[in-house]
């Protein structure tokens, strides 16, 4: 993977040139020279990072040119540094002297290194064109012929196996034989290993389906298929299963002939055909006219890992899609049993290990299978053999030949992914196992490391997460929470994929683990748990990246602020968690900063110094307790994100659960900011009009509103035209009046107001893009669903004591969206009425602290897509009706509910119990910690 870094290297040229830095002309002329010689072999490496694994030759040419464009970006870093950073003074004449004789000297050693290293890549260019005319490079990815024998891997489990496929088999089945008789395109998505191939094979060889169609054809397509291969494939099926010679000229037809063949035989025909492995969305365009569009219910099937394949194959037919998910814990274990101990039960002295093996296997069929075999040869009174090959897993995916099989199926989603998304999943082998994956903080990270390429008319944040996207969407990341939007918000990695990307991370010394020992010329540090003083020497001065994780120990946090010391080339610093008495001084002499997160370190002030860190884009002070900023934070004019807030928790959220910072006097000179959370409003601060000017905010929060300041602040909303969260809180006792917006943010999506409202602005009715609403304290007397039930896009609401009325109503057919609703502290609220047709996608409903409402939802039982329903504080007159056990009058109403939930706080926690009354668990570390999961107190920004 030397592309991208040859591309990082490049950028940093074009800035070295554009930049107001004066060269020396032999400089000048190094670096031309350089930018010259690397360009020209930047498209042979795009090529050659897809195919160096089957290459040992290519391999070491693809790691000569990383290395040297590491080295070369890692010079002019050290350039840099030495370029002063005035701040806008003039320096006397003794300062300027001493520059000039440090610039002069620096030009010098940068002209000498430079020379030296456009002598490698000269070698490295010969070398280039041995391989160009040498080598059979192919167009992309590994050759068919290694993909097809992967796909035969795919179908190694034998009928004894196949742990859990009876029901997908039977959905799948259902859907092709039965239903209209018009022409149906279906898929089965899900990651590599998951069983897909075996599933449909099943499938595909049932008697029922057999019987149904007349015709029949399974098509590998794989990602370096060619149409015309593919296309004979097909003919050479159909004919032969009817015992009709082939077309005697199949092997000169173009393409086109090939289509018109297979169009003419399947016509008035009930066929199926299987397209297995289809991996993007060309592939499709290229075959999808073969099929006659008849109603003679002909079905296609695909197996694919992209959900945008699967989604977009079957949208033109209004199909069918079937997410295959991962065997569950029982399912796992009785496949892993049957494999490893020949169908008897497990050692009681294995279980953990063997437990511990299945969480690592993460639900993937063929992942059981293959290291159940592997386990199933070692004795099982060794219980060293077994803890061994879980601990060292990543080494045996490598060297271990019965893993093979299972090693290729998950690197060909790796290899297959575009040049520019392979070190954003790479990056990922930077965070713990099983670690929850922020996206916000991911897209940051990855902004400032460089790996998101603008695009116009989109922010690098919207660049960003359409990369995070296709990797949800090519099954390579495990969604855990989504946002209204849908977007994911929070991720996993698979474990077995974390363990390929830690093997190629390691390989081309992308990241570092404080574990690896053997590492050299190390560029990006994951500190996991400690950190020695005599790892410091180790690592350094070249890092550009260092993350934390779980360091507790002042030992190891004194070991880090060593390792920041002796690190000037940082670009990206991750301090999240750490324990700090006050803010390191040593940061401010990281030059090349752009990223800084110092989330719950504790921190209480920020020095006025921070204006040294010129370069810096990105503040995360999440969870500090931080509430003022110095006025050297207007001299960070790139900054694009500022987030400074701390909750304060309790059993129930509190008016001013949220503080933020005092408003800065002009801070409107922070054009480029783009999220701001959370400012707080002073009397006298002009801070809404100094808002009114920083167009590019697409986030911002504001609290301690005053009514006196409405009017400004609905002048400054109607200037931010990119924003898409809007969060608006008053002092208490104030009221917010907004009723002087006409002409609000097109694209919102997130609004969330707090204090009482004058009346329900009535301009939310136009947010066609809205999709969460919150209102808390807003004390309306007027149903504020009559203004929200037509919003085509709303998925969310929230109110808190956001209604002083006795009765809501649901409209017939209105809320055709809404997904989840929260009603907490509706104190006069006796009914909530839903018509026939409203809200019928609802999933989860919250009920808390309304003591008067006498009964459940009138109308809930029409709701089919519910899932839970969870009663926070709720009288008991209230719960006990709904009881199963005890013949509750109500419980008809939700019975076809999975999850009912009634929860207290009792003892400084939340106690959880299920409706017969059992105690379903506790949640007692923190006040509001179930609050805070239950009704998105963290989602409030």
């Known amino acids: 993977m030397a592309e991208p870094a040859v591309q990082f290297l490049l950028e940093k040229l074009s800035t070295l040139m554009v930049e107001n830095v004066k060269l020396i002309k032999d400089v000048k002329h190094e670096i031309e020279y350089m930018r010259d010689e690397l360009e020209r072999m930047t498209a042979f490496l795009r090529v050659a990072d897809a195919a160096e694994d089957n290459n040992p030759q290519l391999k070491v040419w693809v790691k000569q040119v990383r290395d040297?464009?590491?080295?070369?970006?890692?010079?002019?870093?050290?350039?840099?540094?030495?370029?002063?950073?005035?701040?806008?003074?003039?320096?006397?004449?003794?300062?300027?002297?001493?520059?000039?004789?440090?610039?002069?000297?620096?030009?010098?050693?940068?002209?000498?290194?430079?020379?030296?290293?456009?002598?490698?890549?000269?070698?490295?260019?010969?070398?280039?064109?041995?391989?160009?005319?040498?080598?059979?490079?192919?167009?992309?990815?590994?050759?068919?012929?290694?993909?097809?024998?992967?796909?035969?891997?795919?179908?190694?489990?034998?009928?004894?196996?196949?742990?859990?496929?009876?029901?997908p088999k039977e959905e799948v089945v259902a859907w092709i034989v039965e239903g209209d008789s018009r022409l149906k395109v279906g898929a089965v998505v899900g990651m590599g290993g998951l069983g897909k191939t075996t599933l449909v094979k099943k499938v595909f060889d049932d008697d029922l389906v057999k019987k149904h169609f007349h015709?029949?054809?399974?098509?590998?397509?794989?990602?370096?298929?060619?149409?015309?291969?593919l296309l004979k494939d097909m003919i050479h099926q159909?004919?032969?299963?009817?015992?009709?010679?082939?077309?005697?000229?199949?092997?000169?037809?173009?393409?086109?002939?090939?289509?018109?063949?297979?169009?003419?035989?399947?016509?008035?025909?009930?066929?199926?055909?299987?397209?297995?492995?289809?991996?993007?969305?060309?592939?499709?365009?290229?075959?999808?006219?073969?099929?006659?569009?008849?109603?003679?219910?002909?079905?296609?099937?695909?197996?694919?890992?992209?959900?945008?394949?699967?989604?977009?194959?079957?949208?033109?037919?209004?199909?069918?899609?079937?997410?295959?998910?991962?065997?569950?814990?029982?399912?796992?274990?009785?496949?892993?049993?049957?494999?490893?101990?020949?169908?008897?039960?497990?050692?009681?002295?294995?279980?953990?290990?063997?437990?511990?093996?299945?969480?690592?296997?993460?639900?993937?069929?063929?992942?059981?299978?293959?290291?159940?075999?592997?386990?199933?040869?070692?004795?099982e009174n060794n219980i060293d053999d077994w803890r061994m090959l879980i601990n060292g897993l990543g080494s045996e995916l490598e060297g271990n030949d019965q893993l093979g099989s299972l090693k290729n199926i998950l690197l060909l989603s790796y290899n297959y992914l575009p040049y520019y998304l392979k070190p954003c999943y790479m990056y990922l082998s930077s965070y713990p196992e099983d670690h929850l994956i922020e996206h916000n903080i991911l897209i940051r990270q990855w902004i400032a490391e460089g790996f998101v390429k603008q695009k116009e008319g989109?922010?690098?944040?919207?660049?960003?997460?359409?990369?995070?996207?296709?990797?949800?969407?090519?099954?390579?990341?495990?969604?855990?929470?989504?946002?209204?939007?849908?977007?994911?918000?929070?991720?996993?990695?698979?474990?077995?994929?974390?363990?390929?990307?830690?093997?190629?991370?390691?390989?081309?010394?992308?990241?570092?683990?404080?574990?690896?020992?053997?590492?050299?010329?190390?560029?990006?540090?994951?500190?996991?748990?400690?950190?020695?003083?005599?790892?410091?020497?180790?690592?350094?001065?070249?890092?550009?990246?260092?993350?934390?994780f779980h360091v507790e120990e002042p030992r190891s946090i004194s070991s880090i602020m060593q390792l920041i010391k002796r690190s000037k080339m940082l670009k990206v610093l991750d301090l999240t968690g750490i324990h700090l008495d006050k803010f390191p001084m040593v940061i401010l002499e990281l030059f090349h900063l752009k990223y800084l997160c110092l989330r719950d370190s504790g921190i209480k002030k920020l020095p006025g110094s921070i204006k040294k860190l010129q370069k810096l884009e990105m503040l995360d002070l999440k969870g500090t307790y931080i509430t003022e900023l110095p006025v050297g934070i207007l001299k960070l004019l790139n900054l694009r994100q500022l987030l400074v807030y701390h909750h304060v928790l309790d059993s129930y959220m509190p008016y001013n659960y949220l503080l933020g910072f005092k408003a800065l006097k002009g801070i409107g000179c922070l054009k480029s900011l783009q999220k701001l959370c959370v400012i707080e409003a002073y009397p006298?601060?002009?801070?809404?009009?100094?808002?009114?000017?920083?167009?590019?905010?697409?986030?911002?929060?504001?609290?301690?509103?005053?009514?006196?300041?409405?009017?400004?602040?609905?002048?400054?909303?109607?200037?931010?035209?990119?924003?898409?969260?809007?969060?608006?809180?008053?002092?208490?006792?104030?009221?917010?009046?907004?009723?002087?917006?006409?002409?609000?943010?097109?694209?919102?999506?997130?609004?969330?107001?707090?204090?009482?409202?004058?009346?329900?602005?009535?301009?939310?009715?136009?947010?066609?893009?809205?999709?969460?609403?919150?209102?808390?304290?807003?004390?309306?007397?007027?149903?504020?669903?009559?203004?929200?039930?037509?919003?085509?896009?709303l998925v969310h609401i929230e109110f808190l004591d956001a209604y002083i009325g006795e009765k809501l109503c649901f409209k017939a057919g209105k809320f055709r969206k809404l997904k989840l609703l929260g009603l907490d502290k509706l104190e006069a609220l006796r009914s909530v009425i839903i018509e026939e047709g409203a809200m019928p996608l609802l999933e989860k409903l919250i009920i808390q602290r309304c003591g008067l409402l006498e009964s459940m939802p009138v109308g809930i039982k029409r709701l089919a897509n519910m899932k839970v329903v969870e009663f926070f504080d709720m009288p008991k007159e209230f719960i006990s009706p709904l009881s199963p056990e005890k013949s509750g009058d109500e419980y008809w109403k939700i019975e076809h509910i999975p999850e009912v939930y009634h929860t207290y706080w009792r003892n400084g926690g939340w106690q959880v119990y299920s409706l017969d009354g059992a105690l379903a668990h506790e949640e007692s570390a923190k006040p509001g910690t179930a609050i805070v999961k239950t009704q998105g107190q963290r989602n409030w920004l």
């Open 215 to 229: 015709n029949y054809a399974w098509i590998t397509v794989s990602q370096s298929f060619r149409v015309e291969e």
């Open 238 to 379: 159909l004919f032969d299963q009817m015992k009709i010679p082939v077309p005697h000229d199949i092997a000169t037809m173009n393409r086109d002939k090939l289509k018109a063949t297979i169009k003419d035989f399947l016509r008035h025909k009930r066929y199926l055909l299987v397209f297995d492995d289809v991996w993007n969305i060309e592939a499709w365009e290229a075959i999808k006219h073969v099929f006659p569009n008849e109603d003679q219910g002909s079905r296609v099937i695909l197996t694919t890992r992209s959900m945008d394949v699967a989604s977009s194959c079957s949208a033109e037919t209004k199909g069918y899609v079937y997410e295959l998910k991962p065997l569950s814990k029982e399912e796992s274990w009785i496949l892993f049993c049957q494999k490893a101990f020949h169908g008897n039960s497990c050692p009681e002295h294995l279980s953990d290990i063997c437990e511990n093996i299945l969480r690592r296997c993460g639900g993937l069929p063929l992942a059981i299978v293959a290291i159940s075999r592997v386990l199933s040869t070692k004795k």
């Open 684 to 793: 006298g601060s002009h801070l809404l009009e100094e808002i009114a000017t920083m167009t590019e905010l697409r986030r911002i929060s504001i609290t301690k509103l005053r009514t006196e300041d409405c009017v400004a602040l609905c002048s400054a909303i109607t200037n931010l035209t990119k924003l898409s969260s809007l969060g608006a809180r008053a002092v208490e006792g104030d009221v917010l009046d907004l009723h002087y917006l006409t002409s609000p943010p097109p694209f919102l999506q997130r609004l969330y107001l707090g204090g009482q409202l004058a009346n329900f602005p009535h301009w939310i009715q136009s947010l066609r893009s809205l999709v969460k609403v919150y209102l808390r304290w807003s004390r309306l007397s007027d149903d504020p669903l009559q203004y929200l039930q037509d919003l085509p896009n």
């Open 458 to 548: 989109r922010t690098l944040e919207d660049v960003a997460q359409g990369y995070l996207n296709e990797l949800v969407n090519k099954s390579l990341l495990l969604p855990v929470k989504r946002n209204d939007d849908g977007n994911v918000k929070i991720s996993q990695i698979h474990d077995l994929y974390r363990e390929i990307i830690l093997s190629k991370s390691k390989d081309q010394n992308f990241v570092t683990m404080t574990a690896e020992s053997n590492m050299v010329r190390v560029r990006r540090l994951s500190v996991h748990g400690a950190l020695e003083n005599s790892e410091v020497e180790r690592y350094g001065p070249r890092l550009c990246s260092l993350t934390s």
């Open 68 to 167: 040297v464009a590491h080295e070369a970006e890692d010079i002019i870093d050290e350039f840099m540094l030495h370029i002063p950073n005035t701040n806008g003074c003039c320096p006397d004449f003794v300062h300027r002297l001493i520059f000039c004789l440090k610039n002069l000297n620096s030009h010098y050693e940068i002209a000498s290194q430079i020379q030296k290293i456009n002598s490698r890549i000269k070698k490295i260019d010969e070398g280039h064109k041995r391989y160009d005319t040498n080598l059979n490079v192919p167009n992309q990815g590994p050759s068919s012929s290694d993909e097809i024998d992967r796909r035969g891997d795919a179908l190694l489990l034998e009928e004894d196996e196949l742990v859990g496929i009876e029901h």
